[in-house]
């Protein structure tokens, strides 16, 4: 809460200095052009001298502006100061629209203040112009002086810095940064360079055309003709330092107003192309640059969605599977191919169904079945389906197509074998049930394809070949081995690498009307 205050005050603190500054220098200025410099030399000076009660009333004038003018800050100020902490603490606060409109309108409020100031001293000035002179046209010219140029220039100042410092403030009230969905002042991009362009463009040629047109009337009319040329000299260098200086002010304030949250998008985008899709930009103005954050930040939020959605679709089917559908689309059928197919699946497994709970033999075959995955997609291989205890793995389909897929299945099981024995031994110390599985593989052709339904499909792999995978697995306990393959892996996997394996007498199989040839891997394991 004291850090979020903290900032909150820092921040408001910085744009009453920055507006106090910009309005103390501007009516300094002011000041010195009305005294000493506006007024028409009536001897050989240039310059009308300046009286100490003019400087007394003016530093007088500018306090008593300045207490009013942050009084009625600070009502606008402890309201937005209150919310500000509140979601400080709880973002999840329902903020009323009308504290996001005032946090909104903060910039044009404090701006309108700094304005008003203006008007009060260019209608005080004007009535001592008018008492003293009893000249209304004098009068007149007073307040539009002050007014029309001084209090114009400095009000703009003062709004463009306001809203950059007052930046950093919005996004709190705004934490989805939808900014659009509330209705307050809206200044677009187009009005920011056109008030510049008008202000600086056309309101410092206006004044000179004025001052001469005035001095050329008081050169025919007056003898005093010198001074009133180096009065207009003064008065041209005057107005085109403040111009050049107010000019110099705007443009940076304008330029950063403009460039910073491009920049900012910018290097959000460069993030992202570096896959960081949890970037996100802060959304602090309402206009077309705030419009572009908005869609910038509702893009990463699509990409993450879609991103989420790629991690679901490769959990509960394989990442080749995904991206086959992502490219191609989910067409049913298939075609012939060789393969390898590996089954696995844990002995006993009914038995140890009735000694676990139903959460702790989960829980047990999610551990297994994590590592045992986890040795498959090493070496290549895609695990095609889950059957409870059992798992089916393909090598060499059109998604993995290696030319070695019968090397690659037989380096997997025995290297799951591996993984069998790292699972045990953890399984031991924490004494809980160990296990043992039968692995067979077998290469052949199979129907490689999308299988199903318009309403749900299934990329699988039929044929022979997988049957004889699944009987050899369901002969390993019988012919007291853990891994059998099948006569046809053990060629094409010599094709490849040494394989050290038992060739066994031909048996028979389910499904299979004459013997088959097989061998038993040599495992250590």
């Keep these: 809460m004291h850090s979020s ?33 506006a007024p028409i030399p009536t001897d050989h000076d240039p310059l009308q001298r300046m009286e100490l009660i003019d ?11 300045f207490v009013i003018a942050n009084l009625i800050s600070y009502r606008f100020q402890n309201r937005l100061r209150d919310w500000y902490i509140r979601l400080s603490q709880d973002t999840s606060i329902d903020v009323p629209d009308e504290i996001r409109r005032s946090a909104l309108n903060y910039v044009p409020q404090t701006t309108l203040i700094s304005l ?118 003064i008065l041209e260098i005057f107005i085109l330092v403040i111009s050049v200086g107010a000019s110099i002010g705007m443009a940076l304030f304008v330029t950063h107003s403009i460039v910073d949250p491009l920049r ?45 959605f790629r991690t679901l679709l490769n959990l509960y089917v394989s990442p080749e599977v ?37 959460t702790e033999l989960i829980a047990l075959i999610n551990r297994y079945m994590t590592a045992m995955v986890a040795t498959i997609v090493n070496h290549g291989g895609i695990v095609n389906k889950f059957g409870g205890d059992s798992l089916l793995a393909i090598f060499g389909t059109p998604l993995n197509p290696n030319v070695d897929h019968a090397a690659r299945a037989l380096q997997t099981a025995l290297d799951m074998r591996r993984a069998l024995q790292v ?45 004889l995978a699944a009987r050899l697995q369901g002969k390993t306990r019988e012919l007291n081995h853990a891994i059998l393959i099948s006569a046809e ?22 499904g299979k009307h004459a013997p088959v040839a097989v061998y038993a891997l040599q495992c250590e394991f």
């Design 264 to 308: 900012t998008i910018q290097n959000a985008m460069a993030r992202v192309e570096q896959n960081d899709l949890t970037m996100r930009v802060p959304v602090v103005t309402n206009d077309e640059l705030g419009y572009v954050g908005e869609r910038f930040n509702r893009m990463t939020a699509g990409l993450r969605q879609g991103e989420m």
């Design 322 to 358: 995904a991206r086959q559908a992502i490219t191609e689309g989910a067409k049913l059928g298939g075609k012939t191919v060789e393969c390898t197919i590996l089954f696995s699946d844990i002995r006993d497994f009914t038995g140890l169904s009735e000694q676990l709970a139903p």
């Design 116 to 233: 008003a100031m203006w008007l009060l001293a260019g209608t005080n000035y004007a009535w001592l112009t008018y008492r003293d002179s009893d000249a209304l046209i004098d009068a007149v010219r007073t307040f539009g002086g002050i007014v029309g140029v001084g209090g114009v220039l400095t009000t703009v100042l003062v709004y463009f810095g306001t809203e950059l410092l007052w930046r950093p403030i919005v996004p709190k009230f705004f934490p989805d940064g939808n900014l659009a969905s509330v209705r307050a002042w809206r200044l677009p991009v187009l009005g920011r360079l056109l008030s510049i362009f008008l202000l600086i463009g056309t309101l410092p040629p206006a004044m000179l055309v004025v001052l001469f047109l005035r001095r050329a009337q008081e050169l025919i009319a007056n003898p005093n003709a010198a001074a009133i040329l180096e009065n207009l000299i």
């Design 489 to 510: 892996t053990f060629r094409a996997a010599s094709e490849n690498r040494a394989v050290e394996a038992e060739r066994l007498p031909q048996i028979t199989v389910k």
């Design 55 to 65: 400087v007394i009333a003016f530093v007088i004038t500018m306090i008593i502006l």
């Design 5 to 37: 205050k903290s900032f909150f005050d820092k921040i408001t603190r910085r744009i009453s200095f920055f507006s106090m500054l910009a309005n103390s220098v501007s009516g300094f200025l002011t000041f010195i052009y009305f005294s000493v410099i």
């Design 423 to 467: 699972f045990n031994q953890a399984q031991s110390e924490t004494h809980a049930p160990m296990l043992q599985i039968g692995i067979g593989v077998a290469t052949g052709p199979v129907v490689a394809g999308n299988v199903g339904g318009k309403e749900r499909i299934e990329y699988t792999v039929i044929g022979d070949t997988v049957n």
